[in-house]
């Protein structure tokens, strides 16, 4: 079956400080990927995606490439903030699969420190 | 206006008791998605409806048994709760299979 493995947390960064976040999937076939954010008392939302290989998601500051070889979506960020303290979650979707099953991780709790 | 709504948001019950949670999108989504999150905040699908229809049913107990009135609405009605039942529920919606889900802010459910 499908299955998403995430770096456990917490991590705890100091502001401007680097962040990665690994993630490796198992799946048949050419899933799309996606990191969604969870910021304290809300609902996940969607940070990027990418849907074939060698796509690069990006949005706010975060990067992720698909890398079908090593089969991972890093996600990660130059220069985090406070305001980046959430869980993310690494996910995937099968390719034509009945629905949108999404499979997550395991989720990484981060915490930025002023 | 909030995209995908759910209530109530706090939900404190006792065992064995009867209780629904409802969920509303007014994306004009075709698909709509019940999700379980556990203490440890790992996420896992439980139900997905299209335009009514039942797509996906996890391995899910049938003391839990989701209903959708019309395309916009989806609830979750859960018979005899556990203690095992006590997690985060999102409620979530998509225009299609593939495209970006959109959740809600999520029912704590804590049975005592």
């Known amino acids: 079956g499908n299955s998403v493995t995430q770096m456990e947390g917490p991590v705890t960064l100091s502001e401007e400080a680097f962040l990665t976040i690994n993630c490796t999937y198992t799946?048949?076939?050419?899933?799309?990927l996606f990191w969604y954010v969870q910021y304290p008392g809300e609902g996940l939302q969607l940070l990027l995606k990418a849907t074939k290989a060698d796509d690069k998601g990006s949005n706010k500051g975060f990067e992720a490439t698909y890398r079908k070889e090593t089969t991972s979506f890093h996600l990660e960020k130059g220069s985090v903030q406070v305001s980046d303290s959430a869980v993310y979650f690494c996910?995937?979707?099968?390719?034509?699969?009945?629905?949108?099953?999404?499979?997550f991780g395991g989720g990484t709790r981060v915490l930025v420190k002023p | 206006d909030t995209a995908v709504s759910q209530t109530p948001k706090y939900l404190v019950t006792q065992m064995g008791n009867d209780k629904s949670i409802k969920c509303e999108q007014n994306l004009g989504h075709d698909t709509m998605y019940w999700y379980k999150q556990d203490s440890k905040k790992f996420l896992k699908i439980m139900f997905s409806?299209?335009?009514?229809?039942?797509?996906i049913n996890e391995t899910v107990p049938n003391r839990f048994s989701p209903k959708s009135p019309d395309k916009a609405h989806l609830n979750l009605h859960i018979n005899s709760l556990e203690l095992g039942d006590s997690a985060v529920y999102f409620c979530?919606?998509?225009?299609?299979?593939?495209?970006?889900?959109?959740f809600g802010s999520g029912t704590q459910l804590s049975v005592l």
């Open positions: 799946a048949t076939g050419y899933p799309s």
């Open positions: 979530a919606s998509s225009q299609d299979s593939r495209e970006k889900l959109f």
């Open positions: 409806y299209n335009n009514k229809e039942l797509i």
């Open positions: 996910a995937l979707s099968p390719f034509k699969a009945a629905g949108n099953k999404l499979t």
